[in-house]
Nanobody
Framework: QVQLVESGGGLVQAGGSLRLSCAAS????????VGWFRQAPGKEREFVAA????????DYAASVKGRFIVSRDNAKNMVNLQMNSLKPEDTAVYYC???????????????WGQGTQVTVSS
């Protein structure tokens, strides 16, 4: 089992920045890729970014590429999502999730956090 807890959400003006964190406990964290997903009201949950277990490879949704940066510190069992140049359309609940595979599809992720709200005002 892997337990995940997100933090760092909040209200920010368009153009601003936020840094989300995902704290993990349980199994050997470096064995798991971690993904970030988001779900806006009335919309399906969508992929945002992912990072491999050792942090060598990352992937981003086209909508956030160049603005968001995912990183991890396995010594601290932590994954971060630095979000810059935020837009109102980035408003959503953000979730981190863990998987032993490498995936962007949410159904391949086994463990999920409870989510953290990000609201970007125009």
């Amino acid at each position: 089992q892997v337990q995940l807890v997100e933090s760092g959400g909040g209200l920010v003006q368009a153009g601003g920045s936020l840094r989300l964190s995902c704290a993990a406990s349980g199994r050997i964290f470096s064995n798991y890729a971690v993904g970030w997903f988001r779900q806006a009201p009335g919309k399906e949950r969508e992929f945002v970014a992912a990072i491999t277990g050792r942090g060598v490879t990352t992937d981003y949704a086209a909508s956030v590429k160049g603005r968001f940066i995912v990183s991890r510190d396995n010594a601290k069992n932590m994954v971060n999502l630095q979000m810059n140049s935020l837009k109102p359309e980035d408003t959503a609940v953000y979730y981190c999730a863990a998987t032993k595979t490498w995936a962007t599809r949410l159904r391949l992720y086994d463990y999920w956090g409870q989510g953290t709200q990000v609201t970007v005002s125009s």
